[in-house]
């Protein structure tokens, strides 16, 4: 029997609808567990029940509010503290709390948040657009095995490894970007006593919440949606330097995932909004103040310290195809992939027409046509729908694979 999955992936910098799209699908497929492949707390998923409940997913995965069930792969990076005011918050809500984790999902500690906003905040204009949550200084610490702690280690006290971090690895790691005089201000969190105990205790509650299981289990799964973070214009090997998440926001991860656990068919859903968004540093083609004939709403993206305004730009149709293009020759042979794009924020339209790049022109797109042209553009790439407002009611697909099931 051949094992289908379903996969929902951003196109662009992020923030195209993946938690829209991730809920959708678990609302229409029973039984699903929503797999998070990449990224960690600093991913914002929104999700709007049809009810008007709204949430903004980190860890857990964006099909909670629809009952699905979350695994967290070996590719994912915990964050403790931040995970369990999550979980409070959605258990409040109704939401499907299970949650599994492989046991070889990287941590995050406190240490990594403080190393990565001392190093950002010096950065002042040349900042890198980091979210000041640690991700990329996880990555960073893990590559000496002497530093990492994963789920798997949670099992013990991790007191001794966090003290090893504390008193080895901060000094050197700020030195190595250049810090050697490091303030006060800037060492009293990483000195605390108070931090520390405060986080073992949040390892340890995170231990008692999320059981592990490995990624291979998921063959097990009749119905599986990955759900990635971040967009294929972060990836760490596509992306402009260092403008760039620390990891893969697209097929490598899932394709992985999908060969140890015995999945073979994957039907891919690009994301993209009727518009191009980047929320933090780095470059954007064609940015600009506003969109001629859209009415951008955006209530999750709300500016703040680290990332800055949501910057606005057209949709680059040809950009998005070659990152597409780019993502699906990362996959191998032993997967079988059925892309397809789905156009979200449609109703932010307002005017008759939208701002579109093609050829390296901004043509004024009629609405009405929008969807068919961007088929055309796209091809092979099937158009899947689009959405027409930010519940998944507001969802039309056009074209629908069939069901995650054995076949």
Request: glycine share 10%.
């Amino acid at each position: 029997m051949t094992k289908i999955a379903k996969a929902v992936i951003g196109s662009g910098y992020g923030d195209e609808g993946k938690g829209l799209m991730t809920d959708y699908l678990a609302a229409t497929i029973p039984d699903a567990v929503i797999v998070r492949t990449n990224g960690g707390a600093q991913a914002g998923h929104t999700v709007v029940t049809p009810e008007g409940v709204r949430h903004v997913f980190h860890h857990v995965g964006s099909g909670a509010l629809a009952g699905a069930r979350t695994h967290l792969s070996r590719f994912f990076v915990a964050h403790p503290m931040f995970f369990l005011n999550e979980m409070e918050v959605l258990a409040g809500m109704g939401a499907n709390t299970e949650v599994t984790i492989d046991p070889r999902a990287l941590v995050t500690t406190p240490y990594d948040i403080m190393v990565n906003q001392i190093i950002e905040s010096r950065r002042a204009k040349g900042r890198h657009g980091s979210c000041g949550m640690g991700f990329g200084e996880t990555i960073e610490r893990s590559n000496e095995r002497l530093f990492e702690i994963t789920a798997r280690d949670l099992k013990r006290n991790v007191r001794p490894l966090l003290r090893r971090i504390r008193e080895q690895w901060v000094t050197r790691r700020l030195e190595k970007l250049g810090v050697n005089d490091p303030t006060e201000d800037e060492l009293a969190p990483v000195q605390s006593d108070e931090i520390l105990e405060r986080f073992a205790q949040d390892c340890e509650r995170f231990r008692e919440l999320v059981r592990l299981r490995d990624d291979e289990d998921l063959g097990r799964e009749e119905a599986v949606i990955f759900e990635a973070a971040q967009g294929l214009m972060l990836d760490q090997d596509y992306g402009s330097f260092p403008h760039v998440t620390r990891s893969n926001t697209g097929m490598p991860n899932i394709a992985a995932v999908c060969l140890e656990a015995g999945i073979e068919v994957v039907d891919i859903y690009y994301m993209t909004r009727a518009y191009t968004t980047r929320h933090g540093a780095g470059p954007l083609r064609n940015e600009t103040e506003s969109l001629k004939g859209m009415e951008v709403n955006d209530p999750t993206n709300a500016a703040n310290e680290w990332q800055g305004a949501l910057r606005l730009a057209p949709l680059d149709v040809d950009g998005l195809v070659r990152a597409i293009r780019h993502d699906l020759a990362r996959v191998g042979n032993e997967l079988d992939v059925r892309p397809g794009i789905v156009v979200t924020c449609m109703d932010q339209i307002v005017g008759d027409t939208a701002p579109v790049e093609v050829a390296g022109k901004i043509l004024d797109e009629d609405k009405s046509s929008l969807l068919g042209d961007f088929g055309n553009e796209w091809a092979p790439y099937i158009l899947w729908g689009a959405s027409y407002g930010p519940t998944r009611n507001d969802v039309r697909l056009v074209n629908v694979f069939p069901a995650l099931r054995d076949v």
